[in-house]
Structure formats: C-alpha cells, structure tokens
C-alpha cells in the first residue's frame, strides 16, 4: 500500500511510513527533516495517530516547499 507525497499537488507514490518523495524531502533543510523524523512514532500510519508534535513539523514542512515552489497561496 502507498500514499502520495505530502507536498501541495504532487502525486508521486511513496510508501505510507515515508512523508515525501526524495525530491520534495531534500528540498526541506535537514533541521526540518530531522524534526519529522523526532516527532516520528513507528506504525502512526497505520494506526492514523501521528502526534501533535508529527503534525506541527509536517504541516511546516508543506508550507516550507509550498513557498520553495511558489505555491504559497495554496489552498
């Protein structure tokens, strides 16, 4: 099973432990990766129970690449 990339309006398969393809991920600095993966718990995706923490640094992290992609009025 797979999931697409969590960057604005890319649709590129990923497997559903991975947040981003390789391309949006090395887009974001390592600070903000490194986050994702702290506030990361094995098996969140399966449960659908990432914490507050995996909310916050994913939700910067879209934001991050939506500016680097000119998409920040994005919905």
């Known amino acids: 099973m797979s999931h697409a990339c969590h960057a604005t309006g890319c649709n590129i398969p990923v497997p ?3 947040f981003m393809h390789r391309a949006h ?8 990766r490194d986050a ?5 718990r094995p098996g969140q995706e ?5 914490s507050p923490e995996y909310i916050e ?4 992290a879209v934001r991050h ?10 919905e």
């Open 16 to 18: 559903p432990k991975i």
């Open 25 to 32: 991920w090395f887009m974001l600095p390592k600070a903000m």
């Open 36 to 40: 994702i993966w702290a506030a990361y």
């Open 46 to 50: 399966a449960r659908k129970d990432p």
């Open 57 to 60: 640094a994913a939700r910067a």
């Open 65 to 74: 690449i939506e500016q680097k992609e000119g998409r920040s009025d994005a």
